[in-house]
């Protein structure tokens, strides 16, 4: 399987990106990002590239792959619901209709989150945006997944590349395994989130939105 990765230098993408290169099944994943990784590996191969909203000039190198794990994605803390949408509804949009003319057959699991709003009505803008964007992707050609995870464990050294984030994920580390044990429905780990994207992506899932428990199922297989 060739897998494609979108914001491997974030939390979730990192924890992705570490169970990819993990699994010998798995045997090229390339990534897509403004910054590089840091990771070397032999069976990883890293794009750069500035402009997420288009990508035609990397075309060429983003066809071929079985599967895309979108975990691109930004907090809504302090931005405006346009500069949000550009970023979460545009560039995932953008990739999304890229990526299914070249690889009609692939499976793109974008990440979402808990809370999210496929109505599009809402009033909570994060959620408005994500269920707009979801709702996009199911349309398109490939077969699409929405991953929903709720509160998010980082391990194996894995940290948020957001300020807010880190400080949370700092004040709540010694309860976060505590909370993951008597919660498992609501509180997943990067590494059950990486192994529930491959499981989802070589076997498929009964339901296109995957909330925490079912996405804590798929990593089970």
């Given at each position: 399987m060739k897998?494609?990765?979108?914001?491997?230098?974030g939390m979730v993408g990192q924890g992705v990106l570490r169970e990819c290169l993990h699994d010998p099944e798995v045997e090229l994943v390339a990534t897509v990002g403004r910054t590089a990784t840091g990771?070397?590996?032999?069976?990883?191969?890293?794009?750069?590239h500035a402009d997420?909203?288009?990508f035609s000039d990397i075309e060429a190198e983003l066809a071929g792959f079985d599967?895309?794990?979108f975990c691109l994605g930004v907090s809504s803390s302090g931005m405006t619901e346009a500069d949000y949408e550009r970023v979460?509804?545009?560039f995932t949009v953008a990739a999304g209709q890229t990526l299914s003319r070249l690889n009609p057959g692939m499976t793109f699991i974008y990440v979402s989150g808990s809370g999210t709003d496929s109505s599009g009505q809402g009033r909570i803008m994060w959620a408005r945006i994500k269920g707009?964007?979801?709702?996009t992707l199911l349309a398109m050609p490939f077969k699409a997944y929405m991953f929903r995870p709720g509160i998010i464990e980082p391990l194996d050294g894995i940290r948020s590349k957001t300020t807010v984030y880190r400080i949370f994920y700092g004040f709540s580390k010694p309860l976060l395994p505590l909370?993951?044990?008597a919660l498992p429905n609501q509180v997943l780990s990067t590494r059950q989130i990486g192994l529930a994207m491959l499981a989802v992506a070589r076997q498929g899932w009964g339901k296109r939105i995957l909330e925490s428990r079912d996405i804590r199922a798929a990593a089970r297989r």
């Open positions: 897998v494609l990765i979108f914001g491997a230098t990771v070397q590996h032999p069976r990883l191969q890293e794009f750069l997420m909203a288009d599967a895309c794990f979460s509804y545009g707009k964007t979801e709702n909370l993951r044990w």
